[in-house]
């Protein structure tokens, strides 16, 4: 593979998680110099001491065109390229802060998949709102992108996805490096939900493995919900092609299969017999999907789109089935030709 067309770019990615932090390694291995900022003080001065975010990513060197800085204003400045990888349901409060220190002509990539709790909006459409950048400005990164293999240099592919292929060409040359290769494509509508629906599948594949139901179970839900989200995407005008590619097909299988998947993990917790709250307090980032569940839902219902594993899901978190509820009234569904609804 061919890499390193963000020679000497400065770039800055807002969020120093997991997903956030192997992100800036993704640049930096691509030519950028790197500002990453972080909320908290002590964690930026660890990583910028020992090249480590022991917090998230414990074991990774950082390399030196890296700097960490829990200051927004510095992570910014000067930046051509702002890549944002906060949780989506801080994603608001934390653009109207820095809004004001955004450079004008910087590209504002989300990184995050999730939709907007109340206003079911998609990170790019918080994004525009915010800051009143164009889409001419506006991208967003998807696809089978495990933050631990990321930062361990493993093979990856993912989409660039924005409303110009300009755009998306341009963000492309920033993050090509030998180990992860972007496509791009123009459906930025399929490739957020795509993302931001099967974190939501994960967790009902976790629960059934947490029941201890094997392969059958595993590949029906993903097959049935990549269907569920092929259909909330043609009911908002998404490319179906999109669902087949990395960022539907590739991130649900990689997200659905991997221990490494912080909502797969979630769910498998839940179907063993944690509640809500001890499996988030067992988890030391945000799994998506248990606030995105109910978002999705209200986007859906808003499509008149039928999504019954996620409306499941919801129930689920909300307290009012048992994971083994939750499972026998999926089954108990009438049953329908596979193509309903399409």
């Known amino acids: 593979m061919q890499g390193g067309n963000g020679r000497g770019a400065r ?42 975010n022991r917090d998230y990513l414990d074991g990774v060197e950082l390399p030196p065109a890296v700097h960490a800085t829990p200051d927004p204003h510095e992570a910014v400045s000067g930046a ?25 002509h910087a590209v504002l990539l989300s990184l995050i998949k999730g939709i907007e709790l109340r206003t079911t909006k998609r990170m790019s459409e918080v994004i525009a709102e915010v800051t009143a950048a164009g889409p001419e400005r ?30 998306a060409q341009r963000v492309q040359g920033l993050c090509h490096n030998p180990h ?3 496509y791009t494509n123009t459906d930025v509508v399929g490739t957020e939900l795509g993302g931001a629906v099967k974190n939501v599948i994960a967790l009902a594949v976790g629960i059934a ?18 269907a569920e989200t092929a259909r909330l995407g043609q009911a908002l005008g998404a490319d179906p092609y999109t669902f087949s590619g990395l960022a539907g097909l590739g991130d649900l299988v990689a997200t659905c299969s ?5 909502n797969r993990t979630f769910g498998e917790r839940l179907g063993s017999g944690m ?14 999907g248990v606030k995105s569940c109910e978002s999705i839902l209200e986007l859906a219902t ?19 089935l048992t994971p083994q509820d939750m499972l026998r009234s999926l089954l108990a569904r009438s049953a329908k030709p596979e193509r309903h609804g399409h």
């Open 302 to 320: 808003k499509a008149g789109t039928e999504m019954p594993i996620v409306e499941h899901v919801a129930r689920m978190v909300r307290g009012e």
């Open 80 to 104: 051509e390229l702002i890549a944002l990888a906060v949780p989506a349901q801080s994603l608001r409060a934390n653009l109207t802060e820095w809004a004001p220190l955004i450079p004008p």
């Open 180 to 182: 992860f290769r972007p």
């Open 138 to 167: 506006i991208g967003v990164v998807s696809g089978p992108n495990l933050a631990r293999e990321i930062a361990g240099r493993q093979p990856a592919a993912s989409v660039i996805a924005a409303h110009t292929d300009e755009l």
């Open 209 to 226: 493995v947490g029941l201890g139901f094997g392969d059958n179970a595993r590949a029906s839900v993903i097959t049935r919900g990549l």
């Open 275 to 288: 509640s809500v709250d001890e499996a988030a307090a067992a988890s030391r980032q945000v799994a998506e």
């Open 258 to 262: 991997s221990p490494l998947s912080r």
């Open 11 to 52: 770039v800055a990615v807002l969020g120093a998680g997991s997903w956030g932090t192997a992100f800036t390694l993704v640049l930096a291995d691509a030519g950028a110099d790197v500002r990453l900022w972080g909320r908290r003080e002590e964690l930026c001065d660890t990583i910028n001491r020992t090249r480590v």
